[in-house]
């Protein structure tokens, strides 16, 4: 079965069951479709309900409950490359990474989770007791920070390059403390660290890096430049590195052991079994016999043997026999326990060698690569972001009510994402809960419409799609927030009369709006699945444009109907949407209200309406 | 090791060299008797570089020798344990191999070469890993370490090992030829 008859089925079923789900607020189903590779979907649902139930045994990928944690994973799933990042594999792992703002096993491949566990069972062989205090300081149990080591690997293992004021906020530490400690990992070098000046916007560029790696989460805001410099430092581990060092150490030790096990270096004695006179090596040069080029007794003329278990540690002064084989026991027995105890870390070790290792270069590269990775990942959305926060026209950039041009656009492996009750939404950290269904939203104000889309490049290569009327309204108000400006209270006042005014001339033709949009949406996700997106790029940009015009008399219609219509709508929607997603409506929305929530209950943190694919 | 040092010597020449080449007798006659020699405090003395002072000569009764107390500048070179060599094999036999690096004479004896390695009797004695890729026979060059040595007053031997990391072969004839 096809991906897309996978899609296609699941867009019955949806049909089927959609009443059923509608009804509900609470559930909240992304499923992303990705194109020319194996279909994953992500449910997220907070009642179990038929739909995703349905969904994820067709679809069988990620099921993944409560706010990205993934339940079960399929082979796909363990089995994906890391590289090369297509925007929804960057989108779903930024789902499951958000708890940790990085890379982590669960997301990783084997060779992500194998090196993760070489370094976590190193530091536990290691670097368990290692206390970085000063010698003199004198050790008292409460200044013992052993154990400090193993956590901050630990801790290190989840994130790529950290500054090391953060990571030390994370871990509840003392600065100090923590580079104390970084640096003797340094000497050990596990961790690579880099120290530069800069400031506050470079501070931010990392900041974007991470929030790149972590949740998607873009802050373009380049407003206030403070040009005072500090020194920052970053550390980052270093796994090849780690596996070379790992390795020598082992090597290191067992050499040290068997050499001593096995005196390697000591002078070969020799005896000549006539008359029991010994010789050493150093005699050598006299012992040959100018005949066949064997060792002869000097005084015997006999042939010497070797004596294999004579030590030279004689020569030292150890002429206690006993002593000497007490020694040679406990040498035996040190390296018997050595081999045992860390056979899980050599396994590791030949398990890993073969494997790539992440590798994240130095600070400056890893910076531009997960921001270039978190602007693909995020679609053209966040490049939009820079380009226009520097433009000083975004949308963000004069705060407006809810009448601008709204523009959604929903990216081919996109489906759809059920809205949230408000009260649900307050549960996110971030907005990132939107992402997951790999939205690109994108709220055009009715002053720079069109300049801002013809401006844009078309890289992911979305295609136009009705966004729910939800979506907006988040968009907006996050917009607002992300500006730190509360322009929450112009809304009601402005945006009705505004869509009512909108409503009148839309309305008539809103049937056939509705029906030919959905036909080509059709369309254009068929073509999307089938070819390469960029072989239909100059079309779809075409479509998006008389979408966009379509959508917006739409969404004018719709937002300032009643709940009751808006329900009708999203289920008329559902019927035939390709991406398989409900789109649903707070029972009680008017558009503005279901997201302003009238509790006042909006999501603090939310700060980025970037809404990616 | 090498090192370059300042070294004094009694000198007795003949009364025949007295006359205008004195000096030139003197130091023809110093270089012949000490490059080439081993004593076990400096090693061996692998060249005089120069001649620093001649002291006055002395005559001795009855003889008509005389002494001159000479400091020449030489370079001596003196193997130290731990230290790594190259050297070229000289002889093999199946307790182990003897190797010269310059002046000095190394023995290594068959436990102190790897283990995979195995004396081959015959023609051309020698030793060889399984599979052979690696052999080591007369006038192979091997790169050694010292692990022992024995200094007597005129004499320096040692012992040495191939059984560590990056020791052993480093040019063989045999293969080549």
Redesign the interface.
């Known amino acids: 079965m096809t991906g897309i008859d996978q899609l296609r089925n699941l867009r019955n079923l949806r049909g089927t069951c959609c009443e059923d789900v509608a009804m509900t607020n609470e559930v909240i189903a992304s499923l992303t479709y990705e194109l020319g590779s194996k279909p994953q979907l992500h449910v997220v649902e907070t009642p179990s309900r038929l739909l995703c139930a349905t969904a994820s045994r067709i679809v069988p990928d990620v099921v993944v409950a409560s706010w990205g944690f993934p339940l079960a994973a399929s082979p796909w799933h363990g089995a994906r490359e890391p590289l090369p990042q297509t925007p929804l594999m960057a989108s779903s792992r930024q789902v499951h990474d958000k708890p940790v703002r990085s890379w982590s096993p669960s997301t990783g491949t084997i060779s992500q989770d194998l090196i993760v566990s070489l370094v976590k069972l190193a530091a536990r062989a290691f670097y368990d007791d290692v206390t970085t205090k000063g010698d003199n300081q004198p050790k008292t149990g409460r200044s013992d920070n052993r154990g400090m080591a193993v956590v901050v690997l630990d801790a290190l293992t989840r994130r790529q390059w950290v500054r090391e004021e953060d990571l030390a906020k994370d871990l509840k530490l003392h600065s100090k403390q923590l580079r104390r400690t970084l640096r003797y990992f340094e000497e050990e070098k596990l961790v690579t660290r880099d120290h530069r000046k800069e400031t506050a916007k470079g501070a931010r560029i990392f900041s974007a890096a991470v929030a790149a790696t972590g949740d998607g989460q873009s802050s373009g805001k380049d407003g206030e430049e403070k040009l005072k410099l500090h020194t920052h430092s970053y550390c980052c581990l270093d796994y090849a590195q780690i596996y070379d060092v790992v390795r020598y150490r082992l090597h290191r030790m067992r050499k040290k052991l068997k050499d001593e096990l096995e005196n390697r270096n000591t002078v070969q004695e020799y005896v000549c079994p006539n008359c029991n006179r010994r010789y050493t090596a150093f005699d050598a040069l006299q012992l040959i016999s100018p005949d066949d080029e064997s060792f002869r007794c000097e005084s015997c003329r006999a042939e010497l043997v070797a004596e294999s278990d004579k030590r030279a540690a004689e020569e030292m002064g150890d002429n206690d026999d006993n002593a000497r084989r007490r020694r040679r026991e406990k040498l035996k027995d040190m390296l018997q326990k050595m081999e045992v105890q860390l056979k899980p870390l050599s396994d590791l070790l030949n398990r890993v060698k073969d494997l790539p290792v992440p590798e994240f270069g130095s600070l400056q590269a890893w910076e531009a690569r997960a921001n270039a990775a978190g602007r693909a990942a995020n679609g053209d959305s966040s490049a939009n972001d820079s380009s226009r926060s520097s433009q000083g026209q975004g949308y963000g950039g004069t705060p407006m009510p809810f009448l601008g041009e709204t523009k959604s656009r929903v990216s081919e492996f996109s489906c759809g994402v059920i809205l949230p009750s408000s009260i649900m939404l307050q549960k996110l950290p971030l907005c990132s809960a939107i992402m997951i269904g790999g939205f690109n939203v994108e709220v055009a104000l009715s002053g720079v419409p069109v300049k801002e889309e013809d401006s844009k490049p078309d890289v992911s290569a979305t295609t136009m799609k009705v966004l729910p009327p939800w979506m907006i309204k988040q968009g907006m108000n996050l917009t607002m927030e992300q500006r730190g400006e509360v322009k929450q209270e112009l809304r009601p006042e402005s945006s009705s009369p505004a869509n009512q005014l909108d409503d009148k001339k839309s309305k008539v033709n809103d049937k056939d709006d509705e029906k030919s949009i959905q036909a080509s949406e059709k369309k254009h996700l068929c073509d999307e699945y089938l070819k390469a997106y960029y072989a239909a790029l100059l079309q779809r940009q075409q479509d998006q444009e008389e979408a966009a015009k379509r959508n917006q008399q739409e969404l004018d219609n719709i937002s300032s109907e009643m709940p009751r219509q808006v329900g009708m709508k999203s289920k008329r929607e559902d019927d035939d949407r390709d991406d398989g997603v409900e789109w649903e409506e707070a029972p009680t929305g008017s558009l503005g209200l279901s997201l302003v929530s009238p509790t006042g209950c909006f999501p603090k943190e939310v700060d980025s309406l970037v809404i990616v694919a | 090791m090498f090192f370059h040092i300042v070294l004094e010597r009694n000198m007795q020449l003949h009364p025949r060299h007295f006359g205008p080449h004195l000096r030139d007798k003197l130091v023809a006659k110093l270089m012949k008797d000490v490059e080439g020699t081993c004593s076990g405090r400096h090693g061996f003395v692998v060249a005089i570089t120069g001649v620093d002072n001649i002291g006055k000569g002395l005559i001795r009764d009855g003889t008509g020798f005389v002494t001159f107390p000479v400091k020449y500048q030489c370079v001596v070179f003196r193997p130290f344990k731990g230290e790594i060599l190259e050297a070229v094999v000289t002889?093999v036999?199946?307790?182990?191999f003897?190797a010269e690096a310059g002046p000095v004479?190394i023995?290594v004896?068959?436990?102190?070469i790897p283990d995979d390695m195995e004396f081959q009797a015959g023609d051309v004695?020698n030793y060889t890993t399984s599979d052979g890729s690696v052999k080591i026979q007369k006038e192979s060059e091997v790169r050694l370490k010292i692990?022992?040595t024995?200094v007597d007053a005129t004499e320096i031997?040692c012992?040495g090992?191939i059984?560590d990391d990056f020791l052993g072969v480093i040019n063989d004839p045999g293969a080549s030829s």
């Open positions: 002889m036999n199946k307790m182990g003897f004479q023995f004896s068959n436990h102190l004695p692990i022992g024995r031997f012992i090992t059984k």
